[in-house]
């Protein structure tokens, strides 16, 4: 049975229905040549830009050049992936790793200059270009997840109001992430970074908020997460 997910259904099928299709002819014209892969994608807003490299030398090392916010190396096999092009690169020896940027279905200019010169270093750590990646030393890394975020949570229930942060910033402890703000009290609650470190998550919402207005509304219940925070230091 085919599926109708670009993300699952490599590399196509040429009987198969409009999207299978459109797959295998970009496969056969494009990806099965090719030497090296970025699987570009976008998650919410409320999320930081990220690579996800399996952890051999030579795909971590192609990721690493990305210099974007949060470098994730994963152990282990594409299991998570069935069907990806990512796991058709990995299994053909071939560097790929995928890439999460913030703001589904939005046009940033952060995360747009983000992505240009994720594929400008790419391109000149493969010699495509000529020079060397820059702002590769700005990069948290990470392994499996760890060390893995700080949650902060809302202590009341409120209206969550940011406090002009992004995901991929850096804080100091202290610093002031936002206020709820009670509609049924109307009583302010500060909500301060509890250590220093990468803004991995940032803002109210709830499951689906990629594609779901109403999981983006900034109501928090007490115990709702507002912020996920990494520890490290910026590194510019």
């Known amino acids: 049975m085919g599926h109708d997910n670009m993300n699952k259904g490599w590399p196509g099928n040429p009987e198969g229905h409009e999207i299978e299709q459109m797959i295998f002819i970009i496969h056969q014209a494009l990806a099965r040549e090719a030497t090296h892969n970025i699987d570009m994608h976008c ?78 270093n790419c391109s000149k750590h493969i010699g495509v270009f000529e020079g060397e990646p820059e702002g590769t030393e700005e990069s948290l890394v990470t392994r499996d997840g760890l060390p893995g975020p700080v949650t902060v949570t809302a202590g009341m229930n409120g209206l969550f109001v940011e406090n002009g942060w992004e995901p991929g910033d850096y804080v100091n402890e202290g610093d002031l992430l936002g206020t709820l703000f009670s509609d049924s009290t109307l009583e302010t609650e500060e909500i301060k970074a509890p250590l220093g470190g990468l803004l991995s998550a940032y803002g109210c919402h709830r499951r689906l908020s990629d594609v779901d207005l109403a999981a983006m509304h900034p109501y928090a219940d007490k115990g709702d997460t507002v912020a996920k925070i990494i520890a490290g230091k910026e590194k510019r």
């Open 43 to 120: 998650w919410s807003r409320f999320n930081v830009a990220e690579a996800v490299p399996r952890d051999n030398e030579e795909t971590v090392s192609f990721a690493l050049a990305s210099a974007l916010p949060l470098v994730d190396i994963r152990k282990g096999g594409y299991d998570d992936l069935p069907g990806s092009i990512t796991k058709i690169f990995a299994r053909t020896g071939r560097p790929s790793f995928y890439v999460e940027f913030s703001g589904q279905y939005m046009l940033s200019e952060k995360q747009v200059n983000l992505g240009v010169r994720m594929l400008e």
